[in-house]
């Protein structure tokens, strides 16, 4: 389990990131897998969506995790799950729990119940964390600044991270960062950062501003809802649906 989380770490290179589309089953973890992908990643958008629960914690923890340990089982290589604000449990019980489906890293966003945590609080769940998992588990400590719009959400994203990293996180996740922005996330957080490659920002120039993680969230399993509804129109207007 260890040879996993430390393989996680080693593909986190900045300006050579390594690519994430994030998965939600087991087809999907196969399917990306068989891609060529050296590590897979959940999104909770997609998994929560998928067992018919809403995002942000909608879905039990009981639920979301078998869903992730799934996905661990459908992969031989390293997994790492979105494990949402941590679902109410004690740092070390989410280790277990995330260590016991065989999980080689984790998210953990620093947003609960709607409310952006304080950054200190969040630095002593994420050193809690650290302390239980040891070295068996990759922390991607997600800063939710920008996604909720907070002032000077770049600063702000900066003064977090580094309390982030010093409290034992792998790398800091700015979720929905501009692309403006990221070369001076890059420049002034002190490890390894984690991006969106959304519609707007470019890839080649993630990797040429340093970025060490590149995430899709659930933009692969909403580009496969898509083609699912023009496969089911096709086929109700009485259309070749493989045309």
Not at 176 to 190: I, N, Q
Request: hydrophobic fraction near 45%.
């Amino acid at each position: 389990m260890t040879e996993k989380a430390e393989r996680l770490r080693e593909l986190h290179r900045p300006g050579d990131p390594l690519l994430l589309p994030n998965v939600w089953d087991a087809a999907s973890a196969a399917t990306v897998e068989e891609a060529g992908f050296p590590a897979l990643a959940t999104a909770s958008a997609a998994v929560a969506a998928m067992l018919g629960y809403p995002d942000h914690e909608g879905a039990p923890a009981d639920e979301m995790l078998a869903a992730a340990g799934r996905v661990v089982r459908a992969a031989s290589v390293p997994v790492t799950v979105d494990a949402e604000a941590g679902y109410g449990m004690r740092p070390a019980e989410l280790v277990e729990r995330l260590l016991a489906i065989g999980a080689a890293g984790c998210n953990l966003e620093d947003t609960y119940a709607g409310e952006l945590a304080e950054p200190e609080r969040q630095a002593e769940f994420l050193a809690a964390v650290r302390d239980a998992a040891g070295d068996a588990l990759v922390i991607n400590a997600r800063i939710d600044t920008f996604v909720n719009g907070v002032p000077d959400a770049l600063d702000a994203a900066i003064a977090r991270g580094r309390l982030y990293l010093e409290a034992g996180a792998d790398c800091v996740y700015p979720i929905t960062a501009p692309m403006d922005a990221v070369p001076e996330l890059v420049k002034g957080l002190p490890g390894p950062v984690n991006v969106n490659n959304f519609p707007g920002t470019s890839l080649a120039e993630l990797a040429e501003a340093g970025v060490a993680r590149v995430s899709y969230g659930p933009v692969p399993f909403l580009q496969s809802l898509e083609a699912l509804k023009r496969f089911a129109t096709r086929v109700l207007s009485r259309e070749d649906p493989y045309g």
